[in-house]
């Protein structure tokens, strides 16, 4: 069933990279029924553009996170305008009810079939099918090839389907973007076309509502409604939010949070510096397998004057020796040329040691001239001192808390005594996303982390763990999250040594624990195998918003293996020294990412703990404004935000104001609120609350935002 319903991109999804690792065999066996439909959609749809423009050159077309794609190369450019002409292609082949048929086929068949340019379409065609062509070759020897035959179109597929075209229910094209084939920005570009599927036209009328309500609550759109934040690329660069005074309010409300519950969970706090040596990082390992994620090194060169002058000085002397060197041999063969020495690996180099070590080969036959003989010399004194100068330094912005964790930990001798150790920093990070992949508060190059990092031994791991995960929880019920799943990510054999630390062992030992604390604690989980960190397991933190929106929001990882790179060690109760383990935990992720979510969360309507605007006195009158003073100054002196509002514009006018600005609580005070001590209280989204005494108010004001009631 094909819907006509409006094209808009999903605006809560934050870009990301769909070009994902490719999935193995198994992974696809386990896809959902959801998936498989969806899976099965893209190859519909591609049968239509196909039939419609018999010369797209498809490359993949995978089920996605709320839907499907195809990628394909077309000299039409496709439009919405184009969409209802391919949904009605796909109509007919769905009305068909073809088979999904798979046939097994032998590597020469498939790159033989790609070269006729029979797949990825209806019949043979003059070209070859050169994305395909591109595809077989990812595809490891010894795995079955196969492919998925509907109707007249074949298509190169390792599955799996639906058993029929008729099996898709509702469905609908979404939008068009480009992307790079598989992904490299050296490849061709490409026509992404995105649709989604479900099994009902319900289910469908559904998910386009909760994407219009998400377009509602686009935190970049509520956030410039209510002043918390602007993204100023021009000036301070794409992904580096500035927080403005009411959003600072939210990021300093989020850390007070933390540092209470963290203090009492016995943390400490540490500061850290934004940027590092490049030692730190190839220690840790994050360079070079992390590089791509960090920005470009600083180069401070504090010798930067000297190594200059030698490096002239050298360069000059080198010119002169290498001159007659060259003057010599000319003369002796009667020809022009120059002299290299053969290296290792085979290539021709000129270097002046190499020129200084042939002038003196000359010495036996040649007269060399003072100045040539000076030269060398000079070339001899310096060399040395030049080769003894310190390197320069490269520095990297801060892309990761840990490594300087870790060297905070290694700064004083540890005994089991002191252990676990809670190390605690809301530290700013810088990760150099892609720009195409930036969004909003969602991925950003600038953030600030609610990190730690526990250092234990492995008899107190299962209780550090667990503590962990009910801190996870406590934050869970504040925010009103009523649905959320812990996703277990384990390590994979094939991986070892390449995408994850070769440590067999200690891979099936920590995911073993692990596992135990998740199964004893009753956390909601799903494990998901060959997604870990590359020195430990890890679970990432699902959450679901109010209108059933699904966000990763933190992270929560154990690391056997950097601890040991640091050389960090404790004294253990027999006296002998040992790694410890380290838990690295981040349970409100980042400030950018987490309140990017509570905007779309709440749609700007924040608890009055949390709300940037939490009072506005509005007197009636002039009359009423030395006691509308006395409440925000008793306010005031709560800390709590309160301003007082009194223009010549009619209340009611004020009101709307109030209303418009989501401030949370309003208090109208006219002749008979003052004359009875009382306030007439409005609540925001809830209306009018009635007269209430004035202390009562206050009271419930200072409990609310004490007790973070939501």
């Known amino acids: 069933m094909c819907l006509n319903l409006p094209t808009f991109l999903n605006v809560m999804e934050a870009p990301k990279p769909e070009n994902a690792e490719r999935k193995t065999l198994d992974d696809r066996q386990k896809m959902t029924d959801l998936e498989r439909l969806r899976h099965s959609a893209a190859h519909v749809m591609a049968t239509a553009i196909a039939r419609l423009w018999p010369d797209a050159q498809f490359a993949s077309g995978p089920a996605v996170e709320n839907g499907f794609y195809y990628d394909v190369e077309l000299e039409h450019r496709i439009t919405p305008e184009d969409f209802p002409a391919i949904e009605a292609e796909m109509k007919k082949e769905i009305k ?4 999904f048929e798979k046939l097994i086929v032998t590597r020469e068949q498939a790159f033989a079939d790609a070269q006729k340019g029979r797949l990825g379409a209806l019949a043979e065609r003059p070209a070859p099918s050169k994305f395909k062509i591109g595809n077989l070759a990812d595809i490891p020897e010894g795995e079955p090839i196969s492919y998925y035959k ?27 973007a480009s992307a790079y084939y598989k992904g490299d920005e050296k490849n061709p570009q490409l026509q992404r076309i995105y649709g989604t599927a479900f099994k009902n036209k319900t289910q469908l009328d559904e998910y386009f509502k909760m994407q219009e309500e998400a377009k509602r609550r686009d935190h970049r759109k509520i956030g410039a409604e209510m002043g918390l934040f602007v993204l100023d690329a021009e ?23 933390a540092k209470e519950t963290e203090f009492a969970a016995g943390y400490v706090r540490v500061r850290t510096p934004h940027l590092a040596r490049e030692k730190m990082y190839k220690t840790s390992g994050h360079l070079p397998y992390y590089a791509e994620s960090m920005f470009p090194p600083m180069e401070l060169d504090e010798m930067e004057t000297e190594r200059e002058e030698l490096t002239s000085r050298l360069r000059q002397a080198e010119l002169k020796v290498g001159e007659f060197v060259d003057g010599v041999m000319t003369k002796d063969s009667g020809k022009g040329g120059a002299i290299f020495e053969v290296s290792e690996d085979g290539s021709l180099q000129r270097s002046g040691p190499f020129l200084v070590k042939a002038l003196d080969g000359l010495k036996r036959d040649y007269s060399i001239p003072p100045a040539v003989e000076a030269a060398a010399d000079e070339f001899r004194r310096l060399k040395p001192k030049f080769d003894s100068l310190p390197p320069i330094d490269r520095y990297f912005l801060k892309a990761m808390n840990c490594p300087h964790h870790h060297r905070i930990f290694a700064a004083e001798p540890r005994s089991y005594r002191d252990l676990p150790l809670r190390l605690a920093e809301y530290g700013t990070c810088y990760r150099y996303e892609q720009s195409g992949e930036l969004f909003g508060l969602m991925r950003v190059r600038s953030l600030n982390m609610n990190d730690a990092h526990i250092y234990c031994t492995e008899d107190q791991f299962a209780s550090e763990f667990k503590a962990v995960n009910d801190m996870y929880l406590k934050y869970f019920k504040i925010f009103g999250l009523e649905k959320y799943q812990m996703r277990f990510s384990t390590h994979s054999k094939e991986g070892l040594g390449k995408k994850y630390v070769n440590e067999p062992e200690l891979w099936l030992k920590t995911e073993d624990m692990v596992r135990r604390v998740l199964n004893e604690s009753g956390i909601n989980y799903v494990e998901v195998a060959n997604e870990a960190a590359f020195y430990g397991p890890k679970i990432d933190v699902q959450v679901w918003s109010a209108i059933g929106r699904e966000f990763t929001i933190a992270t929560n990882q154990v690391d056997f293996a950097v601890p040991a790179k640091f050389g960090l060690t404790y004294r253990d109760r ?27 969360h709440y749609a700007g309507n924040f608890p009055l703990w949390l709300a940037p605007d939490q009072v ?8 009423q404004m030395d006691y509308a003073q006395g409440i925000v100054n008793e306010l005031r002196g709560q800390q709590v935000r309160v301003e007082l509002e009194f223009s010549n514009d009619k209340l009611m006018g004020r009101i709307q104001r109030a209303e418009e600005r989501r401030v949370h609580h309003i208090l109208v005070v006219g002749q008979r609120e003052q004359e009875a001590n009382n306030v007439a209280l409005r609540i925001h989204g809830q209306g009018q609350q009635g007269v209430k005494p004035r202390a009562e108010v206050v009271a419930e004001i200072l409990a609310a935002i004490r007790e973070r009631k939501a």
């Open 96 to 99: 068909a009810n073809h088979v």
């Open 150 to 176: 509907s109707g007249d179109f074949i298509d190169l597929c390792a599955g799996p389907h639906v058993m029929r075209t008729g099996n898709i229910g509702a469905y609908k094209l979404t939008t068009v």
């Open 235 to 257: 000036f301070v660069g794409p992904g580096m939010p500035l927080w403005l005074p009411k959003g600072t309010v939210l990021v300093e409300e989020l850390e007070k949070l």
């Open 574 to 600: 027999d006296n002998q020294d040992k790694t410890p383990l380290c838990i690295h935990r981040a349970p409100l992720g980042t400030h950018e990412r987490f309140i990017g979510f509570l905007i779309e």
């Open 616 to 623: 506005r006195v509005l007197p009636v009158t002039d009359a």
